[in-house]
């Protein structure tokens, strides 16, 4: 999917292309033949668990190591190649670091003009102003970075990367030190303050619904390739593997083989999806694609099981339901209108459409 | 106290207390030669003092100021510049000059000076090559820059002195989050904008405190100054005890070389104070270094290596072959090791009373929860910024009046006559010692303590230990490494000690540091430099042992030293607490 159509791409916002990427740490491999396209004024996130090269990548771009081979152009211009490397200052790319890596020995318009010391000092100051202005925190110019709070010291590494206009920001977890209350408001004004700038932004997470909250692509990566590529709904909705289904949702998993594209389980029957062949195979169920009904001993739904325990857990319940022919109990999640109590036996629906089936031959 | 009675049952307050009692004792120690000094220095000294205020003083403070300056500009300008440059580069052989660039700690001041008015002298080595060269027969016929000059003594004393501020410095670049210096370069800035905005400044505290300490060494300097001819305090202390047996006058100038100390200190706290400079970046990521290569390689190699000749290799190596020459032409004199027996003794001493002391105090301030423990720790840590001239001058006075006392009772009681007890016995200077070199011995328990955590202290105490006991069986096995580089640093300290060593040593009784301090006043070239180069071998064993803990991992920067200058003056003690110099890769 392309870029939101009501982002304004500002003059300046830069495209990137990724081509054919590799990098190595003595024997390990951190990022392997990658390439990937951002479009000027999009918002990608690199998704993957600590590890999987993400942040090697994001720091290939910025400049701050150099790629065993591939190249990297902004906005068409080549910045690492073959026989080219431009230096981190060069690039016209802002970075937001992990641990905001704001200078402590600088006060927090100090650290913001940082960047800026190619304009004059006035139009620096009309800058600086502007950008802390607009992340509220124009009346903290005179203070140093430790008299704040984690969530300001947040939004002054934001204000002091996007102040010089890069042509592409990249965030480096960005959230990820903010406690879980306060990330979710700042994640939200980030990405606003993103959109509203219509900046090319690349951010590394690991958090799915973080990615899935800002991206307008999401790269999904595992030891250093990208898996797969796409919008928030397109890799959770369609996963191409168990392991792109598993990032993005708690599974229900069962192992059984699939016949004549037909799959036999103690759920009752499925069948098996055009590109998955025949042999074993990972069914999956999605914890709010089961619903649990009332047990009716006069018509016994075709699918029973026994509550063995349940949380609640506020907008949701998640309760364990034992089903004769299965190793564990089965995890539903969901608003429960009926509560079960422990012990009793209680009917399940499956919605169909919440199954996913992956090859085991091809995790 | 029904909290007290509380505490008491868990943790022995009955025991903190006897560890506080005992700690303020040693405190007292530390204090008393300063406390006695100030008195002294108040009764006045008659006829001299007038003479002493016009002639001794002014120039004696001008020389001492000028001496500083040049050496505190230089040694920052050195120690800075040579961290950043084997931080922030890789070059060929750049592990290697990592650590060779504290070699020159091994050499005191006075030997570095004692080997260059040799080597620089108009028929020493270097200006007979320099004549050879030029095919000159006469001496007279080149001029040559003397040595034994202002400019001379600061040169030598700053590429001596410089690895205290190279040491605080790289280990502060080396700890320094990447992150900081990348986010300086992803906002545009070249490198060199990097060092002159990020890097410098935020290491301003470790150049501080780099910078105090040479700048105590360098004030404490007695035979240096002396030999190439700067009237420093120092030497107008030692000069007006010894020669004109004033020691009103002495304290009075040693009064005027302690304000000068608070100055320093006061200086070194300014340059620190506001900003917390200890970064919130946790993961700190080293910045990659830049790969040099072709004539900026060969030039990074010419600058790092200039400070390793001039500060060892050249005086080092002069001594060393003197020494050689010396003991093939005339054998190895008993008077040399009668002296490194006595240098051997009398450190090793002072280097018990150090260590058992400064356990008591650094145990003492863990173990009470009470502030006090700290502030005595810290009080006891003062003498290290007291220079040895001002310590023993403080010292003489009170000690002279103890051994008169004891003197006088055994010889009324007992009709026999003691002699000067302590003086005469060496127990006086072993005080002296131990007086200033507590803080190394303290710093090193403390730092050793600080890693142990607390529950430690409190399981061996639930589990029926007393607080002496949990020290015993649990903390003493611990920090032994640490305790052992401690004693090491303060055994090699004292053994290259010569300004209180001069002052108040037993007379006929000579250490390898007057022995060569009284050759070079003479103008002898004999066995000094055969007792030189024992120091300087010695010397290097503590040197080693830093290269080795400072190769494998930067010393991370401890908020908690903060008002301890005088504590781990070598920063060696203070073990890492982060690797920062693990290989880059793994995210």
């Given at each position: 999917m392309s870029p939101e159509p009501q982002v304004s791409v500002r003059r300046g916002a830069a495209s990137l292309d990724l081509q054919n990427l590799r990098q190595t740490f003595g024997a390990t491999l951190a990022v392997d033949d990658v390439s990937l396209r951002v479009e000027p004024g999009e918002i990608v996130c690199l998704l993957g668990h600590s590890g999987c090269g993400k942040t090697s990548l994001l720091r290939i771009v910025a400049g701050l190591e150099r790629p065993d081979s591939g190249r990297v152009l902004i906005d068409g211009r080549e910045v690492v190649g073959p026989d080219r490397f431009t230096p981190p200052?060069?690039?016209?790319?802002?970075?937001?670091?992990?641990?905001?890596?704001?200078?402590?020995?600088?006060?927090?318009?100090?650290?913001?003009?940082?960047?800026?010391?190619?304009?004059?000092?006035?139009?620096?100051?009309?800058?600086?102003?502007?950008?802390?202005?607009?992340?509220?925190?124009?009346?903290?110019?005179?203070?140093?970075?430790?008299?704040?709070?984690?969530?300001?010291?947040?939004?002054?590494?934001?204000?002091?990367?996007?102040?010089?206009?890069?042509?592409?920001?990249?965030?480096?977890?960005?959230?990820?030190?903010?406690?879980?209350r306060m990330r979710e408001r700042i994640r939200e004004e980030t990405a606003s303050l993103l959109r509203e700038k219509g900046a090319t932004a690349v951010v590394v997470t690991h958090d799915p619904e973080e990615a899935m909250q800002l991206a307008d692509r999401i790269a999904l990566m595992r030891a250093g390739k990208i898996v797969q590529m796409g919008t928030a709904e397109e890799l959770y909705e369609a996963p191409q593997s168990l392991f792109a289904a598993r990032f993005f949702c708690d599974l229900n998993e069962i192992d059984v083989v699939a016949l004549n594209g037909r799959i036999q389980t103690p759920l009752g029957d499925f069948d098996a999806p055009a590109e998955v062949e025949d042999g074993p195979v990972t069914l999956c169920l999605r914890p709010h694609g089961i619903k649990l009904e009332p047990f009716d001993?006069?018509?016994?739904?075709?699918?029973?099981?026994?509550?063995?325990?349940?949380?609640?857990?506020?907008?949701?319940?998640?309760?364990?339901?034992?089903?004769?022919?299965?190793?564990?109990?089965?995890r539903v999640r969901g608003a429960a209108r009926w509560r079960p109590e422990i012990g009793e036996s209680a009917g399940l629906r499956i919605d169909p459409r919440q199954v996913l089936v992956f090859s085991r031959k091809s995790v | 106290m029904d909290s007290?009675?509380?505490?008491?049952?868990?943790?022995?307050?009955?025991?903190?207390?006897?560890?506080?009692?005992?700690?303020?004792?040693?405190?007292?120690?530390?204090?008393?030669?300063?406390?006695?000094?100030?008195?002294?220095?108040?009764?006045?000294?008659?006829?001299?003092?007038?003479?002493?205020?016009?002639y001794v003083l002014p120039q004696a403070l001008r020389d001492t100021a000028v001496l500083l300056l040049g050496v505190g500009v230089m040694v920052v300008t050195l120690g800075a510049g040579l961290a950043w440059l084997v931080t922030a580069y890789e070059f060929p052989g750049r592990r290697l000059f990592d650590w060779a660039l504290l070699l020159p700690l091994a050499t005191p001041t006075y030997i570095v000076a004692y080997a260059y008015l040799d080597l620089m002298h108009p028929i020493g080595p270097v200006q007979t090559g320099v004549r050879a060269l030029l095919g000159l027969t006469d001496p007279r016929a080149l001029w040559f820059p003397d040595v034994r000059t202002m400019t001379g003594c600061i040169l030598l004393l700053s590429f001596v002195l410089y690895p205290y501020v190279y040491l605080s410095t790289r280990a502060m670049f080396l700890m320094q989050a990447g992150s900081l210096?990348?986010?300086?370069?992803?906002?545009?800035?070249?490198?060199?904008?990097?060092?002159?905005?990020?890097?410098?400044?935020?290491?301003?505290?470790?150049?501080?405190?780099?910078?105090?300490?040479?700048?105590?060494?360098?004030?404490?300097?007695?035979?240096?100054?002396?030999?190439?001819?700067?009237?420093?305090?120092?030497?107008?202390?030692?000069?007006?005890?010894?020669?004109?047996?004033?020691?009103?006058?002495?304290?009075?100038?040693?009064?005027?070389?302690?304000?000068?100390?608070?100055?320093?200190?006061?200086?070194?706290?300014?340059a620190r104070r506001r900003q917390r400079y200890v970064s919130q970046a946790q993961r700190a990521r080293r910045a990659a270094p830049l790969q040099l290569t072709g004539w900026r390689a060969g030039l990074a190699i010419a600058l790092v290596s200039t400070p390793i000749l001039i500060g060892f290799i050249l005086p080092a190596g002069h001594v060393a072959n003197e020494a050689f020459k010396r003991v093939r032409f005339a054998g190895f004199s008993p008077q040399i090791g009668q002296e490194i027996l006595n240098t051997i003794a009398i450190a090793s001493a002072a280097t018990v009373v150090a260590m058992a002391l400064g356990f008591l105090v650094a145990s003492a301030a863990r173990l009470s929860r009470a502030p006090l423990g700290g502030a005595l720790l810290r009080a006891s840590s003062l003498g290290y910024a007291a220079p040895g001239t001002v310590l023993a001058i403080g010292l003489m006075t009170p000690l002279f009046a103890l051994d008169n006392i004891i003197a006088d009772t055994a010889e009324s009681l007992f009709g026999i006559s003691l002699g000067l007890l302590i003086s005469g016995s060496g127990a006086a200077l072993v005080y002296a010692y131990v007086a200033r070199f507590l803080a190394i011995s303290a710093g090193g328990v403390e730092s050793?303590?600080?890693?142990?955590?607390?529950?430690?202290?409190?399981?061996?105490?639930?589990?029926?230990?007393?607080?002496?006991?949990?020290?015993?069986?649990?903390?003493?096995?611990?920090?032994?490494?640490?305790?052992?580089?401690?004693?090491?640093?303060?055994?090699?300290?004292?053994?290259?000690?010569?300004?209180?060593?001069?002052?108040?040593?037993?007379?006929?009784?000579?250490?390898?540091?007057?022995?060569?301090?009284?050759?070079?006043?003479?103008?002898?070239?004999?066995?000094?430099?055969?007792?030189?180069?024992?120091?300087?071998?010695?010397?290097?064993?503590?040197?080693?042992?830093?290269?080795?803990?400072?190769?494998?991992?930067?010393?991370?920067?401890?908020?908690?030293?903060?008002?301890?200058?005088?504590?781990?003056?070598?920063?060696?003690?203070?073990?890492?607490?982060?690797?920062?110099?693990?290989?880059?890769g793994k995210l």
């Amino acid at each position: 999917m392309s870029p939101e159509p009501q982002v304004s791409v500002r003059r300046g916002a830069a495209s990137l292309d990724l081509q054919n990427l590799r990098q190595t740490f003595g024997a390990t491999l951190a990022v392997d033949d990658v390439s990937l396209r951002v479009e000027p004024g999009e918002i990608v996130c690199l998704l993957g668990h600590s590890g999987c090269g993400k942040t090697s990548l994001l720091r290939i771009v910025a400049g701050l190591e150099r790629p065993d081979s591939g190249r990297v152009l902004i906005d068409g211009r080549e910045v690492v190649g073959p026989d080219r490397f431009t230096p981190p200052e060069q690039r016209g790319v802002g970075m937001m670091f992990q641990d905001y890596a704001l200078f402590p020995h600088l006060t927090i318009f100090e650290n913001v003009t940082f960047g800026l010391s190619k304009l004059p000092a006035h139009k620096a100051r009309i800058v600086a102003e502007a950008q802390l202005a607009r992340v509220g925190l124009l009346r903290y110019s005179k203070d140093y970075p430790h008299m704040l709070s984690g969530g300001e010291q947040q939004r002054v590494a934001l204000a002091r990367a996007m102040a010089p206009h890069p042509g592409v920001l990249l965030m480096d977890e960005p959230f990820s030190n903010l406690d879980q209350r306060m990330r979710e408001r700042i994640r939200e004004e980030t990405a606003s303050l993103l959109r509203e700038k219509g900046a090319t932004a690349v951010v590394v997470t690991h958090d799915p619904e973080e990615a899935m909250q800002l991206a307008d692509r999401i790269a999904l990566m595992r030891a250093g390739k990208i898996v797969q590529m796409g919008t928030a709904e397109e890799l959770y909705e369609a996963p191409q593997s168990l392991f792109a289904a598993r990032f993005f949702c708690d599974l229900n998993e069962i192992d059984v083989v699939a016949l004549n594209g037909r799959i036999q389980t103690p759920l009752g029957d499925f069948d098996a999806p055009a590109e998955v062949e025949d042999g074993p195979v990972t069914l999956c169920l999605r914890p709010h694609g089961i619903k649990l009904e009332p047990f009716d001993p006069s018509a016994p739904p075709p699918l029973t099981g026994v509550l063995t325990n349940r949380r609640y857990l506020g907008e949701d319940d998640l309760r364990h339901v034992q089903v004769a022919g299965l190793v564990a109990p089965l995890r539903v999640r969901g608003a429960a209108r009926w509560r079960p109590e422990i012990g009793e036996s209680a009917g399940l629906r499956i919605d169909p459409r919440q199954v996913l089936v992956f090859s085991r031959k091809s995790v | 106290m029904d909290s007290g009675q509380a505490r008491r049952s868990v943790f022995g307050e009955g025991g903190d207390r006897r560890w506080l009692i005992a700690s303020s004792c040693v405190a007292l120690l530390v204090l008393a030669p300063l406390v006695s000094l100030i008195l002294i220095a108040g009764r006045g000294s008659g006829d001299l003092w007038p003479h002493i205020l016009a002639y001794v003083l002014p120039q004696a403070l001008r020389d001492t100021a000028v001496l500083l300056l040049g050496v505190g500009v230089m040694v920052v300008t050195l120690g800075a510049g040579l961290a950043w440059l084997v931080t922030a580069y890789e070059f060929p052989g750049r592990r290697l000059f990592d650590w060779a660039l504290l070699l020159p700690l091994a050499t005191p001041t006075y030997i570095v000076a004692y080997a260059y008015l040799d080597l620089m002298h108009p028929i020493g080595p270097v200006q007979t090559g320099v004549r050879a060269l030029l095919g000159l027969t006469d001496p007279r016929a080149l001029w040559f820059p003397d040595v034994r000059t202002m400019t001379g003594c600061i040169l030598l004393l700053s590429f001596v002195l410089y690895p205290y501020v190279y040491l605080s410095t790289r280990a502060m670049f080396l700890m320094q989050a990447g992150s900081l210096l990348e986010a300086a370069r992803t906002l545009g800035a070249s490198r060199t904008r990097v060092f002159f905005r990020v890097a410098l400044p935020l290491a301003r505290p470790a150049i501080a405190v780099g910078a105090s300490l040479a700048l105590m060494e360098a004030l404490n300097d007695i035979g240096a100054s002396e030999f190439l001819g700067v009237k420093t305090l120092s030497v107008s202390i030692y000069s007006t005890w010894i020669n004109r047996s004033n020691l009103p006058g002495a304290a009075q100038i040693a009064l005027a070389m302690l304000a000068l100390v608070v100055a320093l200190v006061l200086l070194e706290r300014w340059a620190r104070r506001r900003q917390r400079y200890v970064s919130q970046a946790q993961r700190a990521r080293r910045a990659a270094p830049l790969q040099l290569t072709g004539w900026r390689a060969g030039l990074a190699i010419a600058l790092v290596s200039t400070p390793i000749l001039i500060g060892f290799i050249l005086p080092a190596g002069h001594v060393a072959n003197e020494a050689f020459k010396r003991v093939r032409f005339a054998g190895f004199s008993p008077q040399i090791g009668q002296e490194i027996l006595n240098t051997i003794a009398i450190a090793s001493a002072a280097t018990v009373v150090a260590m058992a002391l400064g356990f008591l105090v650094a145990s003492a301030a863990r173990l009470s929860r009470a502030p006090l423990g700290g502030a005595l720790l810290r009080a006891s840590s003062l003498g290290y910024a007291a220079p040895g001239t001002v310590l023993a001058i403080g010292l003489m006075t009170p000690l002279f009046a103890l051994d008169n006392i004891i003197a006088d009772t055994a010889e009324s009681l007992f009709g026999i006559s003691l002699g000067l007890l302590i003086s005469g016995s060496g127990a006086a200077l072993v005080y002296a010692y131990v007086a200033r070199f507590l803080a190394i011995s303290a710093g090193g328990v403390e730092s050793g303590l600080a890693k142990l955590s607390p529950s430690l202290d409190h399981a061996a105490r639930m589990l029926g230990q007393s607080a002496g006991g949990a020290m015993r069986r649990v903390q003493l096995p611990l920090i032994r490494p640490a305790l052992g580089g401690a004693a090491l640093l303060v055994f090699v300290d004292c053994m290259k000690e010569l300004p209180a060593t001069l002052l108040l040593r037993p007379l006929n009784f000579e250490t390898l540091a007057t022995h060569l301090y009284g050759e070079a006043a003479r103008g002898t070239y004999e066995d000094g430099a055969v007792a030189a180069t024992c120091i300087v071998l010695v010397g290097l064993v503590p040197v080693m042992m830093l290269a080795r803990l400072s190769r494998r991992r930067a010393f991370a920067w401890d908020k908690n030293a903060e008002g301890a200058e005088a504590m781990a003056r070598d920063l060696l003690l203070v073990e890492p607490a982060g690797a920062p110099d693990k290989p880059q890769g793994k995210l």
